[in-house]
């Protein structure tokens, strides 16, 4: 009953917070305080129970595989690869779930949960696939200094948009390709979620008041996702599913 009920808690915390995520891109941290600190107190209840059937030793095993998966979190969180609302849902996650769900399996909860977060995160990449190569195959074949490799990177994270109309936009959309002072342009491989769309917007506009670029020209823009959004996404995968499919997985790899 309290496992439902922590579960429940994590639920409904994940949708509000992921619909923030996607309005406002800002989570307040004092959303998750109260979530962490009654799903904390719940396991803290259970451990007792918990201990008797699983045994000291299995159960450390279970909170060192979470802690690690937090620890990594932390990691992208401070290399700006996440933002902070990724490593408190972790948190409250492993504060709900240091053991496996219902005890149904023998993975650590968090690592199952990641591995479907990553293949819900990886979606739009199939749908950018897809319109690339559909629609934007010559805007890949006029990038200048990007081989078959960073063309076919390009293809599966960012879409070619007109200059003004990503300026009009408010879409969470990031340039990949950066365009400087002098016109001339250059690609990254990655932005930082901390950045601002409105300030790209805004340098961008001034490159175009100044007429060094054309407000009809495109350039290659990638999609900010909220990793909340394809947490919750995991999230439900793993109370459906639990870690058997990766579990499965593993065994077929390594035979």
Not at 25 to 49: M, N, Q
Not at 171 to 192: N, Q
Request: charged share 20%; with cysteine; aromatic share 10%.
């Amino acid at each position: 009953m309290l496992e439902v009920l922590k579960a429940c808690i994590v639920a409904v915390t994940l949708v509000y917070t992921s619909i923030l995520d996607i309005r406002t891109r800002e989570v307040e941290p004092r959303l998750w305080l109260l979530p962490g600190i009654v799903a904390g107190a719940l396991s803290f209840l259970e451990l007792p129970a918990v201990t008797q059937r699983v045994g000291m030793a299995e159960l450390a095993v279970h909170l060192a595989g979470s802690g690690l998966v937090v620890l990594a979190i932390l990691v992208m969180y401070l290399t700006g690869m996440m933002g902070g609302g990724d490593l408190f849902a972790a948190t409250l996650i492993l504060a709900a779930h240091p053991w496996p769900f219902l005890l149904r399996d023998v993975m650590p909860a968090l690592l199952p949960l990641f591995f479907y977060a990553s293949l819900a995160a990886a979606a739009p990449s199939l749908y950018f696939l897809v319109v690339n190569i559909l629609r934007h195959r010559e805007e890949l074949s006029r990038l200048r200094g990007c081989g078959p490799l960073c063309k076919a990177y390009l293809a599966v994270t960012s879409l070619p948009v007109r200059v003004m109309d990503y300026i009009e936009s408010k879409a969470w959309f990031f340039p990949l390709e950066v365009v400087e002072e002098d016109g001339s342009r250059t690609l990254r491989r990655s932005f930082d979620v901390e950045e601002e769309p409105s300030e790209h917007r805004e340098r961008l506009r001034r490159l175009v008041e100044l007429g060094v670029l054309d407000p009809d020209e495109r350039i290659w823009v990638s999609y900010g996702i909220p990793f909340l959004v394809p947490m919750l996404a995991g999230y439900l995968a793993y109370l459906a599913f639990g870690g058997e499919p990766l579990l499965r997985l593993i065994a077929s790899i390594t035979g």
